[in-house]
């Protein structure tokens, strides 16, 4: 798993839990299917096309660089 794809799967993870959304709402909603939102979710590097993540990204109405970007929370 690459730092990049570990990263955008904490931050779908993050946001999935902040705006308590579930991944057959996120698939349907960003017309991409559930395998891939899993995958992006669980870090897999093969799933990051472009083209997904800004479905992902408009989605959580952030940017893609706020996708792949690690976010501190103060909570360490």
Known sequence: MSDTAKIIG???RLWMAIKQH???EIAK????S???VIKLRNGNSNAA???TLEKI???FNVTVADLV????????
Request: proline share 0%; net charge negative.
């Open 29 to 32: 909603d960003a017309g991409i």
């Open 49 to 51: 096309q472009l083209n």
């Open 69 to 76: 970007t690690k976010h501190h929370l103060g909570l360490d």
């Open 10 to 12: 904490e931050n779908i």
């Open 22 to 24: 579930n991944v057959t």
């Open 34 to 36: 559930r395998t891939t």
């Open 57 to 59: 990204a408009s989605y």
